[in-house]
């Protein structure tokens, strides 16, 4: 008797202790955007989603899948996430992380799409390089950090996760 007591008070702290205790509040996510989740990592879509509102951004489309490993030789190694703007869709690839891990780079990317809305990044197919404030550059000519677009990314996405930590926790 007193074991079945004991499973039934502790078992279930037991199981809920060892999962994945880091979850998001409930909030009401708006539909302001279309966001496709394909790589199935849960929390993604969510943390775009309120990324896109906290910066005012809306009417676009988002598929967030996994990094290929064509996408990490042509940018020249391990890639945590990246963007791409095809067609008319973002495609945000990303590594799995945790969530708070996420927040943050995920937050980085969502810079990127806005430097893309703003019509202030583009990848040329003609000249196979990126185009950010009407200046031409190679990938491979210019190092990650010495990247116009990634120093102004760097420069507001801890400004932009500490806002979706806000109201997602």
């Given at each position: 008797?007193?074991?079945l007591l004991?499973?039934?008070?502790?078992?279930?702290?037991?199981?809920?202790?060892?999962g994945?205790?880091?979850?998001?509040?409930?909030?009401?996510?708006?539909?302001?955007?279309e966001?496709?989740?394909?790589?199935?990592?849960?929390?993604?879509?969510?943390?775009?989603?309120?990324?896109?509102?906290?910066?005012?951004?809306?009417?676009?489309?988002?598929?967030?899948?996994?990094?290929?490993?064509?996408?990490?030789?042509s940018?020249?190694?391990?890639?945590?996430?990246?963007?791409?703007?095809?067609?008319?869709?973002?495609?945000?690839?990303?590594?799995?992380?945790?969530?708070?891990?996420a927040?943050d780079?995920?937050?980085?990317?969502?810079?990127?799409?806005?430097?893309?809305?703003?019509?202030?990044?583009?990848?040329?197919?003609?000249?196979?390089?990126?185009?950010?404030?009407?200046?031409?550059?190679?990938?491979?000519?210019?190092?990650?950090?010495?990247r116009?677009?990634?120093?102004?990314a760097?420069?507001?996405d801890?400004?932009?996760?500490?806002?979706?930590?806000?109201?997602?926790?």
């Amino acid at each position: 008797m007193k074991y079945l007591l004991f499973l039934i008070l502790f078992l279930p702290i037991t199981l809920f202790a060892n999962g994945d205790k880091d979850y998001f509040k409930q909030i009401e996510l708006s539909n302001k955007n279309e966001i496709a989740l394909v790589n199935g990592y849960e929390y993604y879509d969510t943390i775009v989603r309120v990324a896109l509102d906290a910066i005012g951004i809306s009417g676009i489309r988002v598929v967030i899948d996994k990094v290929s490993k064509e996408s990490e030789e042509s940018f020249g190694g391990s890639l945590e996430a990246h963007v791409e703007y095809i067609n008319g869709v973002y495609y945000l690839y990303a590594e799995k992380m945790s969530r708070e891990k996420a927040i943050d780079v995920i937050s980085h990317e969502v810079i990127h799409i806005q430097q893309y809305q703003s019509k202030n990044l583009e990848y040329s197919i003609e000249c196979g390089c990126v185009i950010y404030d009407n200046y031409q550059y190679y990938l491979g000519e210019v190092d990650y950090n010495n990247r116009p677009w990634e120093e102004d990314a760097f420069k507001y996405d801890n400004y932009l996760s500490s806002q979706v930590n806000k109201i997602i926790w």
